[in-house]
């Protein structure tokens, strides 16, 4: 993997000091095309960035090329066209301070922002946020006062030309930190020998790991040679840029993360969560039914259509628990202690899906969480239910919701049967990382579900391993990238065998009324 290098348009575009030969003109990247630069970071710095022009080739060449380009086609072309932004305006007017200096006759005025960076400190959240949307190196943000109210007016792409004299420090130290190269020095860093994207949504109020955990681990990463890159559903088209994929937010299967793991793996990277992990695990129609074939213990469970809610419900006598297959968070299960709420509740899920699972209820003060990496156990944890509430998350009317609290668990202290439950049923599954939720009762232990994509957030279900879950995970992806680059794994590397598991406590009777209340 090659360092990173600059294109411009014209050679004397780049007035500064160049003491390590990576500013280039497009007329000799378009000749380097025999694929020996590949991997590269490419900042893209050409004047015509409209479509079809210099700056949009320049992009679309890196990218067709694997390289990591900033900006990306799809940022042009987003740039391209204000009515193509507009609906991102009122996200960045939320975090506009107004001016206090300027005098009331003055109705508009613009900002530069480099690489995420800009000379008043008023504008620094704005103008990250502006970066992190549009990837744009370097532009131009108008702003105009209408009604006495300020907001964004126009963003345009500008080009080295464009940056005054009296902005030089400020563009190179934000082209230093992006490229985390010092251009005007001769030491450099090392390259990474692995790029790893982490599919995140910023936005997301119930993230699978939070924004300060992801950056931890990247931290961590670098002293691995790793270098991570945040990225969202925006970035599907340079995905291929990087070497390997990891998921940091709720799959499912219609939905842009499973596109994202469908490309990753077309491509040969190395991805978690993978397509058949994402598939298998969103519908819980697909974990029962695997389950109960496989003879592992779940609360009895019934699948239910329109055809089957009347005659279920006429031999209804216990608690029960309503899913919608796809659900996640806790979100679209219900529980039925009547015949007349199950009825109810069953016919409003019916709605959404064609099949709905019924289960036993069982009550217990925490669930057990068992992390499962490469079919071996990572961490452990108690998912303990809200006050008063009979599950770890209560969502309510008005969007919002309540955690109960996570308790981190030694692996030699959680019961074996929880483990090796938990292990062989993530097995079933695949070799990536999942999450496994069971229930320890006085009949046994029932596994509840397999999720694909399980929290883990610093000082929660690395309370007790700390580091070395970031480590095994960020192993996993080297190992996996190495191995499909023809070289050998490091021995020991655990692979992913299906292991049977006999308990007593398998679904035998999947026709019948639920009939036992924990």
């Known amino acids: 993997m090659s360092g990173p290098i600059i294109i411009v348009e014209k050679r004397a575009d780049f007035r500064w000091d160049d003491p390590h030969n990576r500013v280039i003109t497009f007329e000799d990247y378009l000749k380097s095309g025999d694929g020996a630069g590949r991997r590269r970071k490419v900042v893209n710095l050409c004047r015509d960035t409209a479509y079809l022009g210099v700056g949009y080739y320049c992009s679309l060449l890196a990218e067709a090329r694997g390289e990591r380009v900033t900006p990306g086609l799809d940022d042009l072309l987003e740039l391209g066209r204000k ?6 305006i009122g996200e960045l007017n939320r975090l506009l301070e107004a001016p206090v200096d300027l005098p009331r006759s003055i109705g508009s005025f613009a900002v530069h922002v480099y690489f995420g960076r800009v000379e008043d ?14 990837r744009c190196p370097l532009m131009e943000i108008a702003f105009e006062r209408v009604d006495g109210i300020w907001s964004v007016s126009a963003i345009r792409p500008l080009d080295p030309r464009d940056v005054p004299p009296e902005r030089d420090r400020l563009f190179l130290d934000a082209l230093d930190a992006y490229t985390h190269r010092l251009w005007r020095r001769a030491r450099s860093a090392p390259a990474a020998r692995l790029d790893l994207a982490i599919l995140h949504d910023p936005d997301d109020p119930m ?3 939070r924004r300060e955990t992801l950056q931890h681990m990247g931290r961590i990463a670098e002293t691995m040679g790793i270098a991570t890159h945040l990225i969202t559903r925006r970035d599907l088209a340079r995905l291929t840029q990087f070497d390997a994929l990891f998921i940091r937010e709720t799959t499912a299967v219609p939905h842009h993360t499973f596109r994202f793991a469908k490309k990753a793996e077309r491509a040969g990277m190395p991805v978690i ?4 992990s994402i598939l298998r695990c969103t519908n819980k129609v697909f974990l029962a039914e695997l389950l109960r074939g496989h003879g592992l213990p779940t609360p009895r469970t019934q699948l239910l259509t329109k055809a089957t809610v009347a005659p279920f419900a006429e031999r209804f006598d216990q608690p029960a628990v309503l899913k919608i297959p796809d659900g996640s968070f806790s979100q679209g299960v219900k529980r039925a202690a009547g015949a007349d709420e199950f009825t109810a509740i069953a016919q409003d899920m019916l709605r959404q899906s064609e099949i709905i699972l019924v289960q036993e209820f069982m009550y217990t003060p925490f669930d057990w969480r068992i992390g499962v990496l490469a079919g071996e156990p990572l961490f452990a944890a108690r998912y303990f239910m809200c006050d008063a509430h009979w599950q770890i998350m209560q969502h309510g009317a008005d969007g919002s919701h309540v955690e109960g609290r996570t308790q981190a668990v030694p692996l030699d202290r959680v019961p074996a049967a929880v483990r090796d439950t ?16 069971l229930k320890e009762t006085d009949a046994g232990v029932f596994i509840i579900e397999i999720n694909d994509n399980p929290n883990l957030d610093r000082g929660m279900e690395d309370g007790v391993a700390g580091d070395a879950v970031y480590l095994a995970l960020l192993q996993r992806f080297m190992t996996l990238f190495e191995q499909r680059a023809g070289r050998e794994p490091p021995a020991g590397q655990p692979t992913a065998t299906i292991r049977p598991l006999h308990s007593a406590n398998v679904l035998t009777m999947p026709t019948l009324a639920l009939g036992r209340q924990r």
Do not use: N
């Not at 938990?422 to 990382?433: E, K, P, S, W």
């Open 83 to 88: 009515r193509h932004y507009a609906h991102r």
């Open 121 to 134: 400190a008023g504008f620094a959240r704005l103008a990250l946020r502006a970066f992190e949307l549009f």
């Open 207 to 209: 993230p699978p790991s």
């Open 273 to 276: 969560d993978d397509p058949a």
């Open 422 to 437: 938990a292990v062989a049923a993530a097995r079933l599954i695949g070799d990536g990382f999942y999450g496994v939720d």
